[in-house]
């Protein structure tokens, strides 16, 4: 009997017209191009200006860029899964709203956090629902709103995120392709170098959180970066051991855009040529829950069917992990 495997068969994408550029930062913080461009790697960021749209904005213009690219109808999806760490509010699941608004009725929605590694697990998530047979098409779409946590006084984070997001969808295949493995971490003693302080069931929303900036993104950098490198690093290559890849069987590095040190770390310990890492990072920023997705519509035209592909991220909580997947298409 044939094993079913999840198979990714669609991209699609979508990034705000607001270009925030390093030139632009230095004139809102103690910050330069210079400095900005050698510690991470970025040059500019998108931003979603209109105060009146959240996440589902980004969400749903990224799903209906994939839904017209494949010819896809969104009566056929089964099930929308929304990666993201900046949902509308609070309770109400944004997927559902997205899935309504782009016509998905026959599907049931729900929204997945996992900091930057939400959308590597909502993959690992969509492929085990294709697997069961239960479902045939599962859309996963990974987006942020980031702007709309980030206080642009602070130095420390304001230069390296940015807003967008991506859609991929997930299918049946019968031939081999799509996720052949992951492995998937956390360990909890990442709580305190990456958080937002207040807004949950330990800090409500008061006017002393508000006064005291407790509701943007705090993040201790040198940390992050320390736990990021290591581990986006040690799992990729174990991924690889394990399934007894050599860097010449790896076609693309798919890695979480937080910061080109990190990505080219984690592409030294996988002894992969430059040429084989997808990078965007200079152009976007670090769009969380997007990066992965972003990096897929971007680079498209240039993966074929049978490619070997190594995701890997990192994110708080500590969050982190690796999926090997064979593409599944040519791009028409």
Not at 113 to 138: D, H, N, P, W
Not at 194 to 222: C, M, R, W
């Amino acid at each position: 009997m044939t094993k079913t495997t999840a198979a990714i068969t669609a991209v699609g994408a979508y990034v705000p017209d607001f270009v925030l550029s390093n030139q632009v930062l230095e004139t809102m913080v103690d910050t330069n191009d210079e400095w900005i461009t050698t510690r991470t790697g970025i040059k500019e960021r998108r931003i979603l200006k209109d105060n009146d749209k959240g996440t589902s904005y980004l969400a749903i213009k990224a799903a209906e860029d994939l839904l017209k690219k494949s010819g896809t109808k969104p009566e056929d999806i089964d099930m929308v899964l929304l990666a993201t760490a900046t949902p509308d509010m609070p309770v109400a699941s944004t997927a559902v709203y997205v899935a309504t608004q782009i016509g998905a009725v026959n599907a049931f929605a729900y929204d997945l956090q996992a900091a930057c590694s939400s959308f590597l697990y909502g993959m690992s998530t969509a492929a085990a629902y294709i697997e069961s047979g239960r479902y045939k098409k599962v859309l996963l779409i990974g987006a942020d709103k980031m702007s709309s946590i980030i206080d642009y006084t602070d130095r420390a984070t304001c230069i390296i995120f940015g807003d967008g997001a991506g859609a991929v969808l997930f299918e049946p295949n019968e031939e081999g392709y799509g996720l052949q493995d992951e492995i998937l971490r956390s360990d909890g003693i990442g709580r305190e170098f990456l958080k937002i302080e207040a807004g949950g069931s330990l800090l409500p929303p008061s006017h002393e959180t508000v006064d005291n900036k407790q509701h943007y993104v705090f993040q201790d950098g040198k940390t992050v970066f320390k736990y990021a490198v290591s581990n986006m690093a040690d799992i990729s290559e174990k991924i690889m051991k394990r399934n007894n890849l050599s860097h010449e069987d790896v076609d693309w590095l798919v890695s979480h855009q937080a910061n080109k040190r990190i990505i080219d770390a984690t592409s030294s310990r996988m002894k992969l040529d430059e040429s084989k890492v997808l990078v965007n990072i200079e152009k976007y920023g670090n769009t969380t829950s997007a990066t992965l997705p972003l990096l897929l519509n971007d680079f498209e035209h240039q993966l074929k069917k049978g490619d070997n592909l190594i995701f890997a991220s990192f994110g708080g909580g500590f969050t982190w992990g690796s999926i090997y997947l064979k593409w599944a298409y040519d791009k028409k």
